[in-house]
């Protein structure tokens, strides 16, 4: 009879009901170092428009272990060290989002940026630190070496990483279910976990083992995927929301330099303590002059007073291929091609002035479904049934959803392959009413044609 893991405690649980713990996990989770992800927000700005969604990083962390627990259990169910590797699994899980600052992804773009100026997501190289630290790693050696961690969180561990990270992974699958909870648009969130996770097995890809899913639950997948789209649209990608991390972002632009932010970050004895509340405590309490602007900016947030969105369009990522530039750069170029410089134009020509500064936001690269993501985390789909093609078992997603007549009949052979982006322009709250009666006056002709996507739901 195999070995299980011997579970020492349980936390009460919105969205899996209870988590249990193994004696690791509760002294790793005791620690200061972990217990400061309990003040950080799971989804920053989106409060502003989804009042509800005030969850913490601390209990998406425990979710994504429970998640890569029940990963790992069912792919290596028959393996002889499956006990171990379910621990190494849920400790890769907790760990995951470690290293994140204040604010999550706004501190990336202006702190950790700084401190890690190569890394696309600073907070991965920050947690990489963190879990070598007198503060983790003699725990974590308790059961093996930290360096497993880091090779399952950078992919070299070909399994194990896309059972945690990828398309379908336990941290996707925790933040869309736990995230639509306390949005209060679970309409989006609904996912077929357990037939997921009890579909999802090991076999050979073009002779290499690689993660499958049985084409039987093609359609929770496709379901799942789509559910995702509709919540990146609307939730963390929603025009306020997007809104409140613009001043969220020049708030940490002000006080960077003034509060030490790169010191305390390097420091992990101080970015400990290094939180939302306390960080907003220093700024709002603070009588220094160097602080005015960033004090204003936290009242913004404090009243609701929020950056304006006037101006938005869908930048196609096949354009930006054909033009020979990146997508972000041709959000910008036309962004400002197409509306800040006819605003900036009429002003000049009318004798206004505009006080505050245009702002341009680009989200990430958005699509239905993108099979690209499921084959760089190598990830395909099991036909043990010779349903997609006789004589093969093994398939791209792409293959697979082209095979099925009523997916390709309802959203098109394409329109699951298009990743886009949305742009907008922000204005200051003092002038947004000022711009868009400009804007109305001098929009082209042609743009009355055009669907106004700025008008988007909730």
Not at 28 to 49: A, E, H, K, N
Not at 270 to 289: A, P, R
Not at 444 to 458: G, L, Q
Request: negative net charge; proline residues 3%; charged residues 30%.
């Amino acid at each position: 009879m195999k070995k299980v893991l011997n579970y020492v405690r349980t936390i009460r649980d919105p969205i899996y009901d209870e988590i249990r713990m193994t004696e690791l996990e509760n002294k790793i989770i005791d620690t200061p170092i972990f217990q400061r992800l309990r003040w950080i927000s799971q989804l920053s700005g989106v409060r502003q428009v989804y009042p509800s969604a005030i969850h913490s990083r601390f209990t998406h962390s425990v979710g994504v272990m429970h998640l890569s627990g029940r990963y790992a259990e069912e792919v290596f169910r028959k393996d002889d060290d499956v006990v171990d590797k379910v621990q190494l699994a849920r400790l890769a899980g907790l760990l995951h989002d470690i290293g994140h600052g204040p604010f999550s992804h706004t501190y990336d773009d202006v702190v950790f940026k700084r401190v890690y100026p190569d890394a696309p997501h600073g907070h991965d190289v920050h947690r990489d630190k963190m879990v070598n630290s007198e503060y983790l790693r003699p725990l974590i050696e308790e059961f093996t070496d930290p360096k497993k961690l880091e090779d399952i969180w950078e992919g070299k561990e070909y399994i194990l990483h896309p059972l945690i990270q990828g398309a379908l992974g336990a941290d996707r699958l925790d933040f869309m279910l736990r995230d639509s909870f306390f949005a209060g648009t679970l309409h989006f969130g609904i996912i077929a976990v357990n037939r997921i996770i009890n579909n999802t097995t090991v076999r050979k890809h073009l002779k290499k083992d690689a993660v499958h899913y049985n084409w039987k639950c093609l359609d929770d997948i496709y379901s799942s995927l789509i559910g995702r789209f509709f919540e990146y649209k609307n939730v963390y990608f929603h025009k306020t929301a997007r809104a409140a991390d613009i001043t969220i972002h020049e708030m940490l632009k002000e006080v960077c330099d003034p509060l030490n932010l790169i010191e305390r970050t390097n420091d992990l004895s101080k970015y400990t303590y290094l939180n939302e509340y306390t960080l907003i405590g220093e700024i709002f309490s603070s009588k220094s002059e160097e602080l005015a602007r960033a004090r204003e900016l936290v009242k913004d947030l404090f009243d609701r007073r929020l950056y304006k969105s006037v101006w938005e369009r869908i930048i196609d990522e096949s354009t930006a291929e054909n033009l020979g530039i990146t997508v972000g750069d041709l959000c910008k170029l036309t962004a400002q091609e197409s509306f800040i410089k006819k605003i900036n134009q009429h002003c000049d020509e009318n004798d206004i002035t505009l006080e505050n500064e245009l702002k341009i936001d680009s989200t990430y690269k958005l699509s239905t479904i993108n099979e690209q993501e499921f084959q760089a985390s190598n990830i395909y789909i099991y036909d043990p049934y010779n349903r997609i093609r006789p004589g093969t078992k093994s398939f791209t997603l792409n293959e697979a959803l082209n095979t099925t007549a009523y997916i390709t009949t309802f959203s098109g052979p394409k329109a699951y392959r298009s990743l886009f982006t949305l742009v907008r322009v922000y204005a200051h709250p003092n002038e947004a009413s000022l711009i868009s009666d400009i804007w109305n006056k001098i929009r082209p002709k042609v743009e009355d044609k055009e669907r106004d996507v700025s008008v988007t739901s909730y």
